[in-house]
């Protein structure tokens, strides 16, 4: 589903974000197997909203501060445009933190009817060209191109691969 890769245990991860067109792509390399999504400032319904577009589907996500870390929370989602029910959306528990002087992230997305779609955690440092690490939360123009240091899955059940395809 919207091309995650197998699962798999401390994968080589890469993390580049390309600025253009009133957004981002962001193209996350999981060991050889890449896929790509691009996010935008909310519009109409989604104003004040994160939007992410994983092919036909959008999701509008509040950037919601809660003691240490940044969540990204479902509000509103689309196919090619039209809105779609809350009651079908995916469920989704990501945020961002900062531990260590790290970035560092939670992925955990799954479905009622499908159950577990991807998990994934680690933590980012910039690459070799940039000189900071920043929050993907953070504004387009203070994003520099950043590599995952360590990815570690969440497991579904003890020491078991955390990522599933739909």
């Not at 990204?72 to 900062?98: H, I, Q």
């Amino acid at each position: 589903m919207a091309g995650f890769p197998p699962g798999a245990a401390d994968v080589p991860v890469k993390v580049r974000f390309v600025t253009g067109g009133q957004g981002e792509t962001w193209t996350r390399t999981f060991g050889a197997h890449s896929f790509s999504s691009r996010q935008f400032a909310g519009r109409g319904r989604s104003q004040r909203l994160l939007a992410e577009r994983f092919g036909p589907l959008t999701f509008a996500m509040a950037l919601v501060a809660e003691e240490n870390r940044l969540s990204l929370v479902l509000r509103r989602w689309s196919f090619l445009g039209l809105p779609l029910p809350m009651w079908l959306c995916p469920r989704s528990t990501s945020y961002e933190t900062v531990e260590d002087g790290r970035f560092r992230f939670h992925v955990d997305i799954s479905h009622p009817l499908a159950g577990l779609i991807v998990r994934y955690r680690g933590w980012l440092v910039p690459s070799q060209d940039s000189s900071t690490v920043v929050s993907p939360a953070a504004l387009p123009s203070s994003r520099q191109p950043l590599a995952v240091h360590s990815v570690q899955p969440s497991p579904v059940a003890p020491d078991a691969a955390s990522t599933r395809r739909g």
